[in-house]
Every structure is written in C-alpha cells, then in structure tokens.
C-alpha cells in the first residue's frame, strides 16, 4: 500500500466507495464523477502505477482483466468501453492503474458527442 494514494486507501478500506465487484485480487467500484451512465473502476489490490507497470505483471494484468470480465457479467452490460489512461497528460489522476468500464446511453460520448 502506498500511505498517499486514494486507490490503496479505498482498498484498505479508509476511504468509503461503492463497490460494485470484489475479489481477493481486484476491486472495482463506480466513479464519483462518472462520464457514463455506467461508469466502474476496476483496480488491483496491489498498488501498480500504470498500465506499462501492469504489463509487466502477467498475473495482476490477467486479474484486472478478469474483473473487467466479471463486472460486465454482474451488471449485464451487452456493450461497453474499456479505457486505460496512462499519465496525468492522459488523464490518469490517480497514479493506481485502473480500467475504465463505461456503458450506456448509445455510447455517443465514445465518440465525442453528448
């Protein structure tokens, strides 16, 4: 765990979220600010700090996939995104890699539009 990262505090469980999914190897949970009317977060319990990090762990990068694969399940999306941001300039604010699952609404905003 990293003291001052809010994703391995939302694991430790000092941070509240609204979990959506959980295992002994990922976490996911819906995204206080949501860009989609389906908008989860799925992050493995052990602090990574990006996807090029999570590459290079075949296990934790299989796990996150896996989440990835089971929330769809559990919420029943037949469609959605799957977005990775990889530094600050792309957007990632929280140095913890964590996939994007966005649905709903036609996916337009997928495609710029609103």
């Given at each position: 765990?990293?003291?001052?990262?809010l994703f391995c505090r939302i694991v430790?469980?000092?941070i509240p979220a609204d979990v959506v999914y959980t295992d002994d190897r990922?976490?996911?949970?819906?995204?206080?600010?949501p860009k989609a009317p389906t908008h989860?977060?799925?992050?493995?319990?052990?602090?990574?700090a990006d996807i090029t990090e999570l590459g290079a762990n075949r296990e934790a990068a299989a796990d996150v996939l896996n989440g990835v694969?089971?929330?769809?399940?559990q919420l029943e999306l037949p469609y959605f995104t799957t977005i990775f941001n990889t530094g600050p300039e792309s957007g990632q604010t929280v140095l913890h890699v964590?996939?994007?699952i966005l649905s709903g609404s036609?996916?337009?905003w997928a495609h710029g539009q609103k």
């Open positions: 765990m990293v003291a001052d990262c430790a469980e000092e990922v976490i996911a949970f819906r995204d206080i600010m989860v977060l799925v992050i493995p319990r052990e602090h990574i694969r089971a929330v769809s399940r964590h996939a994007h036609g996916q337009m």
